[in-house]
């Protein structure tokens, strides 16, 4: 079964660079999401978009933003980064149903130096 | 206190044992309720959601308990295999993602 499908999987910057990533989600799921994690964290909610539309905002700072294309693809724009921006970030999506589960890709392992 | 808690571990089990943990939530009313697995630096991978009438599937076992507010995790004849965190997952709201509270994550290491 397709899975939701992220790029790159690693991507090393220097500080004040920029960075973006990618993530293609589930075919028919209308609903993605993007988290931020840190090494022994749990996930944290960075952003959602539904139907291409933004629909709910986390703890995303200012320096990032994000979208959802008309194929439903969604990028993740980091700028101006820091050290404390070293990460794994995942994307998830899910179907509109209700309570519907989340289903994550493989993540982007960002290093920033 | 955090919304969704759950006991770090490490547990530390043999193989073929049965173990349990257990995750709470302080919202009575959230909705919806996942269990998920993480390896160390990998994504975290829906294991079962968890109904209300509890569910299992293979040596997995969910149930939920709405009057005490938590929901356990029941592995029997642990494999090697099922060493990992396991991530509890409470949705508190449909209309928001904000809502979908994960818990910190249990450890589980299952040795030989």
């Known amino acids: 079964a397709a899975g939701v499908i992220q790029s790159p999987r690693h991507l090393i910057k220097e500080k004040r660079e920029t960075a973006t990533l990618k993530c293609y989600p589930i075919p028919r799921h209308d609903t993605v999401y993007w988290y931020q994690q840190g090494p022994g964290q749990d996930p944290q909610f960075l952003i959602s978009f539904y139907e291409k539309m933004q629909s709910d905002k986390g703890s995303i700072p200012d320096r990032f933003s994000a979208q959802q294309f008309s194929d439903y693809h969604s990028e993740l724009n980091m700028s101006s980064l820091e050290l404390g921006d070293s990460a794994l970030y995942f994307c998830?999506?899910?179907?509109?149903?209700?309570?519907?589960?989340?289903?994550f890709g493989n993540g982007t392992r960002l290093t920033v130096t | 206190r955090k919304e969704v808690e759950q006991d770090p571990g490490p547990f530390n089990v043999p193989e073929g044992a049965t173990v349990a943990f257990n995750c709470t939530y302080s919202?009575?009313?959230?909705?919806?309720f996942f269990w998920y697995r993480q390896d160390c630096r990998k994504e975290p991978k829906l294991l079962m959601s968890?109904?209300?009438s509890g569910n299992e599937d293979g040596r997995f076992t969910a149930q939920l308990n709405r009057a005490s507010q938590y929901i356990s995790l029941l592995i029997r004849d642990s494999k090697l295999s099922d060493s990992a965190t396991y991530l509890c997952?409470?949705?508190?709201?449909?209309?928001?993602?904000?809502?979908?509270?994960f818990g910190s994550g249990t450890r589980l290491s299952i040795r030989p």
């Open positions: 997952v409470v949705n508190n709201g449909y209309s928001s993602a904000s809502k979908i509270i």
């Open positions: 919202n009575s009313a959230s909705q919806s």
């Open positions: 998830a999506s899910s179907q509109g149903q209700e309570g519907s589960p989340l289903h």
């Open positions: 968890v109904y209300s």
